[in-house]
């Protein structure tokens, strides 16, 4: 099983700056595959970030992942307001499919 | 794309099972594999396995294995995570979202409380 362990767990931002996460595999996922989803209180996940890269349908330009083999990064370029959440990377790679353990994004 | 909705919430003692169901808003899954993700309260998410509706075929995540069952019926677009021998760590809201590796579209979720 493949343990992806995120950083930072809390990161305080104020809108309009930038926010990077970090999401670390103990071991190299196959073909880079890697998710990225935002999940708001009582709210379900929702897919932004998939291969590593490629933005779901309808996210917006201002999330940007990156990374390859054990190190990804989720960027949000300019926080707005509707960004502050919770984020989960998840690795699909191999089975069984691995989450982390989630960074949450607060208002400073 | 396709819209997933999913049953009510439901109340369990312990020893108890729980079937949970996940409908296509179409009627049909379109050969989407199905996928069943639970998250305990306050807690991250966890991979419970999943199910391809057409074929029939599932895959358990290994800590599941003997107490969930998937299944579905592509008559209705509906598929079905029953989960048995309840214990209050089960405690969960439960999500079905399509599978390509990632999880693309989810459903709403479905809270089931076990509780004595």
């Known amino acids: 099983e493949i343990l992806l362990t995120q950083s930072p767990g809390t990161l305080s931002l104020s809108p309009g700056e930038k926010a990077t996460l970090s999401c670390r595999a103990r071991q190299s996922v196959n073909n880079d595959y890697v998710a990225w989803y935002q999940q708001k209180p009582g709210q379900a996940p929702r897919l932004l970030i998939y291969g590593a890269s490629t933005r779901a349908t309808g996210i917006p330009a201002r999330f940007s992942g990156s990374g390859s083999g054990s190190d990804f990064t989720l960027t949000i370029s300019r926080l707005e307001p509707e960004d502050f959440a919770m984020y989960y990377c998840?690795?699909?790679?191999?089975?069984?499919?691995?989450f982390g353990q989630g960074t949450k994004v607060e208002i400073k | 794309q396709v819209h997933l909705v999913q049953s009510g919430a439901e109340v369990k003692k312990p020893g108890s099972s729980v079937k949970v169901a996940c409908r296509a808003s179409?009627?049909?899954?379109?050969?989407?594999?199905i996928a069943w993700v639970r998250q305990a309260p306050g807690q991250g998410l966890e991979w419970m396995g999943g199910?391809?509706?057409?074929?029939?075929?599932?895959d358990y995540a290994q800590r599941f294995q003997g107490r969930v069952t998937f299944t579905a019926d592509e008559s209705t677009g509906t598929a079905y995570m029953e989960l048995t021998s309840l214990r209050s760590e089960d405690t969960a809201i439960y999500y079905c979202?399509?599978?390509?590796?990632?999880?693309?579209?989810w459903g709403q979720g479905t809270q089931v409380i076990v509780s004595s």
């Open positions: 179409e009627g049909t899954f379109s050969h989407h594999t």
């Open positions: 998840q690795q699909y790679g191999s089975s069984p499919r691995t």
């Open positions: 979202a399509t599978d390509r590796g990632d999880f693309h579209v």
């Open positions: 199910i391809i509706p057409f074929l029939g075929t599932t």
